[in-house]
């Protein structure tokens, strides 16, 4: 029911303000995160919660199997938001294992208009199709091609003119590939970091 939810945040706040008199003023005042989180829309992957973060501190974008599309405008608005406004320092692109968005992509079948947005990892399967057809588990054949699919997304955003551009001008500001396993809760990386660690 809708009004759960609203009880919910009525608890929530008041414990927040029992526990800190001055959360929400200064929550309110400003908004000053490090990072920027571009993650699955999926429901069970909150990004403060999982990388044990409190509102103000990640800036983030959830779309359908955190995919880096060169013309979502809404992507690009909110990485170019993050870089010159909020001075984030490092850009986590974040999928992880058991993602519907890339089973989807594997199936040989009709989903709809998200058929669209997933092309880019039905590219890429058949792509590295060999090194999937390898992996005999589908389970762990769909594992692959989501750290495959953040490793190419990582690539697509250091790719973009925003990126470039800051580059360019000298900013700091790193890319990390992450993977998150709903089985165990633990967040890896993927090593695919860019640029490589800066002096």
Not at 27 to 56: F, H, K, M
Request: negative net charge; aromatic residues 6%; charged residues 20%.
């Amino acid at each position: 029911m809708l009004s759960d939810l609203l009880e919910n945040n009525r608890v929530w706040a008041a414990a927040q303000v029992e526990n800190d008199p001055g959360y929400f003023e200064r929550l309110a005042t400003l908004q000053r995160p490090e990072y920027l989180w571009i993650g699955c829309s999926d429901s069970r992957v909150p990004a403060n919660v999982i990388a044990g973060l409190q509102p103000g501190e990640v800036f983030v974008h959830r779309n359908v199997a955190n995919l880096v599309h060169p013309g979502d405008l809404n992507l690009l608005s909110v990485l170019e938001y993050a870089i010159e406004v909020l001075h984030i320092r490092h850009v986590i692109v974040c999928g992880h294992y058991g993602c519907g968005g890339i089973r989807a992509a594997m199936e040989d079948q009709p989903h709809g208009l998200v058929d669209h947005w997933l092309q880019p990892v039905r590219e890429l399967a058949e792509l590295h199709a060999a090194d999937l057809d390898r992996v005999q588990d589908p389970l762990t054949r769909a594992d692959l091609l989501c750290r495959l699919s953040v490793k190419s997304q990582v690539d697509r955003l250091c790719n973009s003119t925003i990126m470039r551009s800051a580059w360019k001008r000298g900013s700091r500001i790193r890319v990390h590939g992450w993977i998150y396993g709903l089985r165990d809760g633990r967040l890896a990386d993927l090593g695919c970091s860019r640029p490589p660690l800066l002096p």
